[in-house]
């Protein structure tokens, strides 16, 4: 019995927590591809926390601002979307298709750098599609000022040119370098009151599962209205607000499971 065999047999599809799961096997399977590094499944894990806390569906903040998000992307000069680890493994497909949509080339950035992992990221997205792939050769690297991670490599064509940049999933001291140079700065974050939450013009708080094929269906609509009608959608969003919203529907949602929670162990 091979892996796949062995991995269909153990995750039944009747599973009630069978997506979760599913991605939960797709970060495992990154990791020992070189893509994802080890951190990566302790990140994939706090997320799943805030998602249960968030109902496990894209909630309204959450498609207020994957449409402003949107729109102030097509509104940009050089979009540029970033790929790390845990994206490649969960999303490949998808950030392809949004990369096509927007026009917006992918551009893979780590943290965590390991001999064979950018490789090992640029084969995944070549597999879903992608052509227009940056972040590859060194000789076109150069580096962010006010950062020391291995984040600070960036390429010239890519996100050091780049005025706006999608940044999938936590990642708080770039978005803060990224802003302090005058870039606006999309965030993808399960947790709403991380660094990059907060540091970002635009954050969804959302699932980058649901949020990215989501930002791709919105993009196709977008694209066919005027460039004042997307400045409109900008410029009413609210960051702030949008996040003590998504505050209020996790204390909600809490607030409710305190009743709901044991209801069927009553039955």
Same mark, same amino acid.
């Given at each position: 019995?091979? #892996?796949?065999?062995?991995?269909?047999?153990?995750?039944?599809?009747?599973?009630?927590?069978? @997506?979760?799961?599913?991605?939960?096997?797709?970060?495992?399977?990154?990791?020992? #591809?070189?893509?994802?590094? @080890?951190?990566?499944?302790?990140?994939?894990?706090? !997320?799943?926390?805030?998602?249960?806390?968030?109902?496990?569906?894209?909630?309204?903040?959450?498609?207020?601002?994957?449409?402003?998000?949107?729109?102030?992307?097509?509104?940009?000069?050089?979009?540029?979307?970033? +790929?790390?680890?845990?994206?490649?493994?969960?999303?490949?497909?998808?950030?392809?298709?949004?990369?096509?949509?927007?026009?917006?080339?992918?551009? &893979?950035?780590?943290?965590?750098?390991?001999?064979?992992?950018?490789?090992?990221?640029?084969?995944?997205? %070549?597999?879903? !599609?992608?052509?227009?792939? *940056?972040?590859?050769?060194?000789?076109?690297?150069?580096?962010?000022?006010?950062?020391?991670?291995?984040?600070?490599?960036?390429? %010239?064509?890519?996100?050091? @040119?780049?005025?706006?940049? *999608?940044?999938?999933?936590?990642?708080?001291?770039?978005?803060?370098?990224?802003?302090?140079?005058?870039?606006?700065?999309?965030?993808?974050?399960? #947790?709403? &009151?991380?660094?990059?939450? &907060?540091?970002?013009?635009?954050?969804? +708080?959302?699932?980058?599962?649901?949020?990215?094929?989501?930002?791709s269906e919105v993009a196709e609509e977008?694209?066919?209205?005027?460039?004042?009608?997307?400045?409109?959608?900008?410029?009413?969003?609210?960051?702030?607000?949008?996040?003590?919203?998504?505050?209020?529907? &996790?204390?909600?949602?809490?607030?409710?499971?305190?009743?709901?929670?044991?209801?069927?162990? @009553?039955?």
């Amino acid at each position: 019995m091979n #892996n796949k065999d062995n991995q269909n047999r153990t995750l039944p599809k009747t599973h009630p927590r069978y @997506q979760s799961l599913k991605y939960r096997h797709l970060i495992i399977k990154g990791m020992k #591809n070189l893509v994802v590094a @080890q951190a990566g499944l302790i990140a994939h894990g706090r !997320g799943e926390c805030f998602d249960y806390i968030l109902g496990e569906k894209t909630n309204g903040p959450a498609k207020k601002a994957i449409k402003a998000a949107v729109a102030m992307l097509l509104l940009a000069k050089k979009p540029v979307i970033s +790929v790390n680890g845990n994206t490649a493994a969960l999303v490949p497909k998808e950030l392809v298709r949004l990369s096509n949509t927007i026009n917006a080339p992918l551009e &893979i950035n780590l943290f965590y750098q390991k001999k064979g992992r950018t490789e090992a990221i640029r084969k995944v997205l %070549v597999d879903a !599609g992608a052509k227009d792939i *940056l972040g590859i050769d060194e000789d076109n690297r150069t580096t962010l000022d006010n950062l020391e991670s291995n984040r600070r490599f960036v390429d %010239v064509a890519g996100i050091y @040119q780049g005025d706006c940049i *999608l940044v999938p999933l936590e990642d708080g001291d770039r978005s803060e370098a990224l802003k302090k140079i005058g870039k606006k700065v999309i965030a993808v974050d399960l #947790n709403p &009151i991380s660094r990059t939450a &907060i540091w970002a013009n635009i954050t969804i +708080v959302d699932n980058i599962v649901r949020a990215l094929p989501e930002m791709s269906e919105v993009a196709e609509e977008l694209k066919k209205i005027e460039k004042e009608q997307l400045n409109e959608i900008v410029n009413g969003f609210n960051n702030q607000k949008n996040i003590q919203d998504v505050l209020d529907l &996790i204390k909600d949602y809490i607030d409710s499971q305190k009743e709901d929670a044991f209801k069927s162990l @009553q039955t």
